[in-house]
């Protein structure tokens, strides 16, 4: 039993889709869970839905979903014949549970409306993808995974219940191996016990797809992106940049944590409990090994790269010069919090406090104002974060030359410089 993930960038047209099924085809028999995000900018043009829906623009509203619906069908055309009707009016049964609700009026949060809107784009892609599998000869059953994944209703970031989760895994979804090998599903959505809709926040599928396989369990996870592997830095930033062909669970987080595009921690730590490898490869050329996340420590890691831009150094300065320890800290430490925003990389000194953060405006504008009524507060923008984990001296002065060091931390395994 493996779980596959495709992300909406591996089904973002025709010949994708249709490369999707040639990976499947090419491991006929092996038993496989498949989750599939939305196709494309699906989400986007949801989320363009839903802002004109809040904001009492039904007519925009309901314009902009037939664009997302003539999509849709547009494609379907080309991926079905036999199974066009069946496939169109599941279509249909999805378009309906949106359009109900656009010709309504909003009288609860945004996030719930946000839930209920953005499900629908990966309900489609799947419905899509199985109806083209079982015309192309690949027997499949697609299941709607809100009836599996129970959630809590924090609309937007929902927590999994997964005692319920794994009861309705176990008494529906294992069966249906015993009469198929494929089985496809939807990843990023769940639905609370009185289903409604639900999101499970950043890189949502990919977490779906741990989630299944730590619950099944499987024997190994492999999410297909665009890319050959991951990489050592970003290679459009570092041409340089090497393919990483193994990585330990706890480098990945690592990585994640100083704000590597990898894995999301919340994805690792289900198949870490479980000792489940997941397989990172690339969808445009499969032969490629890619890279494998284990238990195993992989020696000799080259140094590893994160460069983050705008980014805003705030200083909070004690107003009467006595310690900043304590009350003061933890006063700032709860605004962090309430605005919803932290620190990238953070010092001390002893009557100030300097923090990193990520140029969201309207957070870093908040904050700001709020902290200048219990410190002095001065504020940098325009800075970049540079991390390098495994690092060397020559890597390190190759990548700030010419530049001014702001502030700097250096553990024996990893260094990070904010630089103008």
């Known amino acids: ?11 973002n047209s025709i010949d994708r889709i249709k490369n999707i099924g040639q990976i499947i085809r090419s491991e006929a028999g092996e038993k496989r869970l ?3 995000s939305a196709m494309g900018k699906t989400t986007n043009a949801l989320e363009s839905v839903i802002t004109a829906f809040f904001d009492g623009r039904k ?3 309901i314009k902009l979903f037939e664009q997302v619906k003539d999509n849709h069908l547009n494609t379907l055309k080309y991926l079905t014949v036999v199974n066009w009707q069946a496939a169109e009016n599941q279509l249909k049964d999805f378009f309906t549970e949106v359009e109900w609700l656009l010709h309504d009026k909003p009288v609860r949060s945004y996030d719930y409306y946000y839930d209920q809107v953005v499900c629908c784009g990966e309900l489609l892609s799947t ?6 599998l079982a015309e192309s000869g690949i027997p499949n059953k697609w299941i709607d995974v809100r009836d599996i994944l129970r959630t809590d209703d ?15 895994i176990q008494e529906t979804v294992r069966p249906l191996f015993d009469e198929y090998d494929v089985v496809i599903t939807q990843g990023f959505i769940g639905s609370t016990d009185e289903n409604e809709s639900t999101t499970l926040g950043r890189e949502g599928s990919d977490y779906t797809a741990a989630i299944f396989a730590n619950l099944l369990p499987a024997k190994s996870v492999t999410i297909w992106k665009d890319v050959d592997a991951v990489m050592s830095a970003d290679p459009k930033q570092y041409p340089q940049a090497t393919i990483i062909s193994a990585l330990s669970f706890t480098e990945v987080i690592e990585m994640a944590y100083y704000g590597a595009q990898v894995i999301h921690p919340k994805t690792i730590k289900p198949l870490q409990n479980k000792n489940i490898p997941l397989y990172v490869k690339s969808f445009l050329d499969p032969s490629l090994p890619g890279t494998v996340i284990s238990k195993d420590l992989p020696k000799n890691l080259p140094p590893i790269i994160v460069h983050k831009q705008n980014q805003v150094l705030i200083q909070f300065k004690s107003k009467d010069f006595s310690f900043v320890e304590d009350k003061p800290v933890e006063q700032l430490h709860e605004l962090f919090n309430q605005v919803k925003i932290k620190p990238n990389l953070s010092q001390n ?3 100030s406090l300097l923090c990193c953060f990520d140029d969201h405006a309207e957070k870093i504008d908040q904050l700001a104002a709020e902290a200048s009524l219990i410190f002095d507060v001065e504020l940098e923008k325009n800075l970049t974060l540079l991390t390098i984990r495994h690092y060397n001296q020559e890597i390190i002065t190759e990548l700030t030359n010419k530049k001014q060091i702001v502030l700097e ?3 024996p395994q990893t260094v990070q410089m904010l630089m103008r």
């Not at 039993?1 to 089904?11: N, R, W």
């Not at 419905?127 to 083209?132: T, V």
């Not at 937007?156 to 309705?168: L, N, Q, V």
């Open 59 to 61: 007519d925009d509203a």
């Open 127 to 132: 419905a899509m993808m199985s109806h083209y």
């Open 154 to 168: 924090n609309f937007r970031d929902a927590a999994i219940d997964w005692a319920f989760t794994e009861k309705k």
């Open 1 to 11: 039993m493996k779980v596959y993930k495709f992300g909406g960038a591996s089904i």
């Open 349 to 351: 000194t002893a009557i």
């Open 34 to 36: 498949i989750v599939i």
């Open 409 to 411: 931390q250096k553990t």
